[in-house]
């Protein structure tokens, strides 16, 4: 199969994948039914999997708005599976219209379907490739067009490490990326965490590892190291739903288990910037939540 100019393998569509089982969750259609069976089995091990799935990606939400109000007007979003209503390159442009945006992720499907939206935009791109060719990932030509690496870029990294078994290779190449990024840069990831001892977690682990995409559990200190020495933003390594929480009266409900975590963290080097003016000003507790309207999306 051919996407634009790059040759992608077959799509097997008996054969689960975790970016199409994460679109079912998410209301997507891009799924086939060895996908829903997958989905079904996880929601039975785990009935509240969709309000952990949307708690993530409200916080997902939540992040991008903020660096884009800090002044990044750059996202690098690695994993970024298949597009869903509210959208880093939605919520993105809603703060600031002048975002750029490339997406990259290994599945296929996600790929097609990334690059159907940016198609005619100058300022979205969409790359097939596993990001932890952190050089490949870099030097692609979509990557190279649409950012310009002298200035600060979102690095996103939401939902996706866990797929990633291998600690060393997932480390070197988030220390390629964090190398290659301009001061003021933020690295924005969330991960499943293994202190959730619960059966039902594992029981998922063992569903996901039948998929595209097997699944690895962290601790804490684990995921931390992820953003080496870059300053994590406040408030810190936290649940989910715990980070920078919407003002919306109406929150979602805490999944009860399969806790996500989640951080932020800006890469040290320049003075007085929009990066450093937004953490200081958290700290001091003089900016309140953006508030996204998160209702309206999945
Ligand atoms: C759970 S989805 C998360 C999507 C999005 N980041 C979000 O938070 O809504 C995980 C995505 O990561 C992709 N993925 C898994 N391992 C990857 C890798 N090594 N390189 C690139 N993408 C990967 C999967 O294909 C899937 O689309």
């Known amino acids: 199969m051919w996407v634009g100019a790059q040759a992608v393998p077959e799509v097997d569509p008996q054969r689960p994948s975790g970016a199409r089982v994460y679109d079912y969750y998410l209301g997507g259609t891009h799924n086939f039914a060895a996908d829903r069976q997958a989905a079904a089995v996880a929601l039975e091990a785990m009935p509240d999997l969709p309000v952990v799935v949307r708690t993530g990606r409200a916080f997902l939400r939540r992040a991008v708005a903020e660096a884009a109000t800090a002044g990044l007007n750059q996202f690098l979003d690695l994993g970024a599976g298949i597009p869903a209503a509210g959208s880093v390159p939605e919520v ?38 596993d990001l932890t060719d952190a050089d490949e990932v870099l030097t692609a030509p979509g990557v190279r067009q649409a950012l310009d690496f002298d200035l600060p870029v979102c690095l996103l990294a939401v939902a996706v490490a866990h797929f990633i078994p291998d600690t060393e290779r997932l480390g070197r190449a988030l220390e390629r990326y964090r190398e290659a990024l301009a001061p003021g840069s933020w690295l924005v990831m969330s991960h499943a965490c293994e202190e959730d001892e619960s059966p ?44 920078r929480p919407s003002r919306d009266p109406a929150p979602d409900p805490r999944p009860s288990r399969g806790e996500i975590i989640v951080g932020a963290a800006v890469k040290p080097g320049l003075g007085e910037t929009a990066a450093s003016r937004t953490r200081r000003a958290h700290a001091d507790g003089n900016l309140s939540a953006i508030s996204v309207p998160e209702r309206t999306w999945p």
């Open 200 to 243: 039902h977690a594992k029981q998922i682990l063992r569903i996901y590892n039948h998929t595209t995409s097997p699944m690895m559990l962290r601790s804490r200190d684990e995921f931390r190291a992820l953003f080496g020495d870059w300053t994590l933003l406040p408030p810190g390594v936290t649940a989910a739903a715990d980070w």
């Open 92 to 129: 993105a442009r809603a703060v600031r219209p002048d975002c750029r945006i490339v997406s990259v992720d290994l599945d296929p499907v996600a790929v097609v379907h990334s690059r159907r939206v940016a198609a005619d935009d100058p300022g979205q791109a969409a790359v097939l490739a």
